[in-house]
């Protein structure tokens, strides 16, 4: 397993902007995920992309992997107050367990 | 997809004592995990929880401060024993990471607060 980090540790924009957070790792992985936190509590899967895409989008997420660079993005368009919540990302070495570095704290401001 | 019941959603206790937290899943898995996550810190992964065998603890965690069990594929306890303010803690149940399409489910949490 191996700790991906996340980058800024805080980020603050306005409604309706996009928000970028970057996450880098260390080794070679199958695949690497993101997930939001809200307020503490269990956190939720947003997207997982594999170690032969390099770019994915759901809904108003877009997801880019650079497996050279070790490192990934996740930009989030035209935010609301409701993403206000810490992001984290998890690359999947193809072990079984996760670990989470300290996320980045995202707080759209209405 | 899986739905990972945690409980309780929070307690607040008196030091030496011990609190059980238990996660039910809706579907078998193979997989379980324990963390903690401390005020404004990241979640730290306590140990994987087996089925059929002891529990897998991470550097600086131990089986007789954190008794896990794991009686069948949809469930399992946590217990923090013998508890001091330093436990206070969020403690996050999940499950998945193989099959499920990879991903981790994760309980809603339990906020616990050690006098």
């Known amino acids: 397993s191996q700790q991906g980090e996340e980058d800024p540790q805080a980020l603050s924009i306005q409604e309706g902007e996009n928000a970028t957070m970057n996450c880098s790792y260390k080794?070679?992985?199958?695949?690497l995920q993101w997930y939001r936190q809200n307020s503490g509590r269990g956190l939720v899967h947003l997207i997982l992309?594999?170690?032969?895409?390099r770019e994915k989008h759901s809904g108003r997420l877009r997801v880019t992997l650079d497996t050279s660079k070790k490192s990934s993005s996740l930009l989030i368009t035209a935010s609301r107050a409701a993403d206000t919540a810490s992001y984290f990302c998890?690359?999947?070495?193809?072990?079984?367990?996760?670990?989470f570095g300290t996320g980045t704290r995202l707080k759209v401001l209405a | 997809s899986a739905v990972i019941s945690q409980k309780p959603s929070r307690d607040i206790c008196q030091r030496g004592t011990s609190l059980t937290i238990q996660c039910q899943v809706d579907?078998?898995?193979?997989?379980m995990f324990w963390y903690r996550q401390q005020p404004g810190q990241s979640l730290t992964l306590i140990a994987t929880?087996?089925?059929?065998?002891?529990?897998?603890?991470e550097s600086g965690f131990v089986i007789d401060k954190f008794p896990i069990s794991r009686p069948n594929l949809t469930f399992s306890t946590l217990t923090v024993s013998n508890m001091s303010p330093e436990d206070s803690s969020i403690y996050l149940c999940?499950?998945?990471?193989?099959?499920?399409?990879?991903?981790?489910?994760f309980g809603s949490g339990t906020q616990l607060s050690v006098l």
């Open positions: 579907s078998q898995v193979t997989m």
């Open positions: 929880a087996n089925q059929g065998s002891e529990a897998t603890y």
């Open positions: 998890a690359p999947d070495s193809g072990t079984y367990k996760y670990i």
């Open positions: 992309i594999r170690s032969n895409e």
């Open positions: 080794t070679s992985i199958n695949n």
């Open positions: 999940s499950a998945g990471g193989q099959g499920i399409n990879e991903k981790l489910f």
